[in-house]
């Protein structure tokens, strides 16, 4: 029989996953760079994700994506975690090991960071506050990224504050919560604006918020990347902010994975943007 390793595999594990535009991205480097192997959708619920994970190596897979509602479930049935990924408390990419064990890492952050650096080559973390709107994993992961990253002033608005100080307490040092009340006043002085939460997503609400008082040069992020420009977005470049859409964080993960899975750092091109712009 032929060796699975051979024709090495990962894919995205979630539930659902139809939605993602990760096979794209990953199949799309694979061509690029002649390599062997594929990207697939792995749909699995609760139930089955100790049972999917135990056949990782047998057949073939190098390692996989993670999406909700997995990402913080999986932890515990991994054999090693990466100190960030702990630290945020969530895994977005699994890596088989050569023993055959698996470790995860959340390269969430690390993206969503790059993808800053993309937009501003010399922008830096500790350049000024930093006001982040949310406080999910998405929320942890880019916190946590920005506070290795070297940010020393970082506030947290959350509508239910309970949970933002529970982020803020676990995470440890360097952030602060704010009242969502205060969100708008809040931007007066920062440099960075950050939407975490799924407010402006295709088929959700806009974000309630107001730019009045946001500076000109603040840069304004957004996690979402379906549609690529949310209302809020608009209203940011629209005043001539620079923006930033979740599309970068998205390809600059899935860059550190699949250097991890097929051994090649794959770069981010036009015709990639192309490819991945044609699934909206």
């Known amino acids: 029989m032929p060796d699975p390793i051979a024709f090495p595999l990962a894919g995205i594990l979630g539930w659902p996953v139809a939605q993602s535009r990760s096979p794209v991205i990953h199949n799309f480097w694979l061509n690029q760079y002649s390599?062997?192997?594929?990207?697939?959708?792995?749909?699995?619920?609760?139930?089955?994700?100790?049972q999917a994970l135990r056949g990782f190596a047998v057949l073939g897979f190098r390692g996989c994506n993670v999406t909700m509602p997995h990402k913080m479930n999986v932890m515990p049935l991994l054999d090693h975690i990466d100190p960030m990924a702990r630290r945020i408390g969530a895994v977005n990419t699994i890596v088989v090991q050569d023993d055959g064990t698996l470790r995860g890492f959340n390269n969430d952050g690390v993206g969503f960071v790059q993808s800053i650096?993309?937009?501003?080559?010399?922008?830096?973390?500790?350049?000024?506050?930093?006001?982040?709107?949310?406080?999910?994993?998405?929320?942890?992961?880019?916190?946590?990224?920005?506070?290795?990253?070297?940010?020393?002033?970082?506030?947290?608005?959350?509508?239910?504050?309970?949970?933002?100080?529970?982020?803020?307490?676990?995470?440890?040092?360097?952030?602060?919560?704010?009242?969502?009340?205060?969100?708008?006043?809040?931007?007066a002085d920062v440099g960075l604006l950050v939407n975490s939460t799924d407010r402006g997503m295709a088929g959700k609400p806009?974000?309630?918020?107001?730019?009045?008082?946001?500076?000109?040069?603040?840069?304004?992020?957004?996690?979402i990347y379906t549609p690529p420009e949310?209302?809020?977005?608009?209203?940011?470049?629209?005043?001539?902010?620079?923006?930033?859409?979740?599309?970068?964080?998205?390809?600059?993960?899935?860059?550190?994975?699949?250097?991890?899975?097929?051994?090649?750092?794959?770069?981010?091109?036009?015709?990639?943007?192309?490819a991945v712009a044609a699934t909206f």
């Open 230 to 274: 949310t209302p809020f977005l608009a209203a940011a470049r629209e005043r001539g902010n620079l923006t930033v859409n979740g599309l970068g964080l998205l390809l600059n993960q899935a860059r550190l994975a699949f250097e991890a899975w097929f051994g090649v750092r794959p770069d981010i091109t036009p015709a990639l943007l192309q």
């Open 206 to 223: 806009a974000l309630d918020i107001s730019l009045a008082r946001l500076p000109g040069q603040t840069i304004v992020a957004d996690l």
């Open 35 to 50: 390599l062997p192997g594929r990207y697939v959708l792995l749909p699995v619920t609760a139930d089955r994700l100790d």
């Open 117 to 187: 650096y993309d937009a501003k080559p010399d922008w830096r973390a500790d350049a000024g506050s930093i006001l982040v709107l949310g406080a999910g994993g998405a929320a942890r992961a880019v916190v946590v990224a920005l506070l290795e990253n070297g940010a020393r002033d970082i506030r947290v608005a959350n509508r239910t504050r309970e949970r933002a100080e529970q982020m803020v307490a676990e995470i440890g040092g360097g952030a602060t919560v704010l009242p969502w009340d205060q969100r708008n006043d809040a931007m």
